[in-house]
């Protein structure tokens, strides 16, 4: 089993960026591929970004392409989600989750874990 805390989101003007982080306890997190989804008010949670186990590929939704880079350290078992340009359509609560032995998977059916998600607001 493993837990997940988010941290790092916030308000933040658009245009701005924000970092958020995801620490991870338990079981050996380089046995995780990880996620980030959010979910905004009366939507579906939605895919963002995934990376594998060893961190060598990265899967990002079109919506954030070329914007969102999703990174891992798994000596500080932690993964990352650096979110630059952001936009109003941003604001969303975002959660990271585990996969373990997992493919990087778009779906959320696939995760195993979840953290309790860490808010981020983009105002215009």
């Known amino acids: 089993q493993v837990q997940l805390v988010e941290s790092g989101g916030g308000l933040v003007q658009a245009g701005g960026s924000l970092r958020l982080s995801c620490a991870a306890s338990?079981?050996?997190?380089?046995?995780?591929?990880m996620g980030w989804f959010r979910q905004a008010p009366g939507k579906e949670r939605e895919f963002v970004a995934a990376?594998?186990?060893?961190?060598?590929?990265?899967y990002y939704a079109d919506s954030v392409k070329g914007r969102f880079t999703i990174s891992r350290d798994n000596a500080k078992n932690t993964v990352y989600l650096q979110m630059n340009s952001l936009k109003p359509e941003d604001t969303a609560v975002y959660y990271c989750?585990?996969?373990?032995?997992?493919?990087?998977?778009?779906?959320?059916?696939?995760?195993?874990?979840w953290g309790q998600g860490t808010r981020v607001t983009v105002s215009s």
């Open positions: 989750a585990a996969d373990f032995l997992g493919s990087s998977s778009n779906s959320p059916r696939e995760y195993d874990y």
């Open positions: 990376i594998s186990r060893s961190g060598g590929s990265t």
């Open positions: 338990g079981r050996t997190f380089s046995t995780y591929a």
